[in-house]
């Protein structure tokens, strides 16, 4: 059974920073292409960044580019989020993903998903 379990999340005020783990088990997580989503409140989910399996290709959102890193180690199963420089619009949900389906990382081609941590920016 495939279980993506997200930590890390909690209250920050504007300018702070926090960093998001996610925990992987059940998989070949090696094989994977792991992503960050979020769901700002009253908003649809959407992608914040992906890194490749074998680490070194990354890719995010614009609206977070510069200000966040995704990074992960396969030795631990994990993929991480560090978020600096967090605005109040950051406030959301953060969703772990795993996909091998595509290297986009749309979100119809998620095969998995954490059950998310809830990131509050106060301003």
């Known amino acids: 059974q495939v279980q993506l379990a997200e930590s890390g999340g909690g209250l920050v005020q504007a300018g702070g920073s926090l960093r998001l783990s996610c925990a992987a088990s059940g998989l070949t997580f090696s094989r994977y292409t792991m992503g960050w989503f979020r769901q700002p409140p009253g908003s649809e989910r959407e992608f914040v960044a992906r890194i490749e399996w074998y680490g070194v290709v990354t890719y995010y959102a614009d609206s977070v580019k510069g200000r966040f890193t995704i990074s992960r180690d396969n030795t631990k199963n994990t993929v991480y989020l560090q978020m600096n420089s967090l605005k109040p619009e950051d406030t959301a949900v953060y969703y772990c993903?795993?996909?091998?389906?595509?290297?986009?990382?749309?979100?119809?081609?998620?095969?998995?998903w954490g059950k998310g941590t809830l990131v509050t920016v106060s301003s």
């Open positions: 993903a795993a996909t091998t389906r595509s290297a986009t990382m749309t979100l119809g081609a998620v095969e998995y």
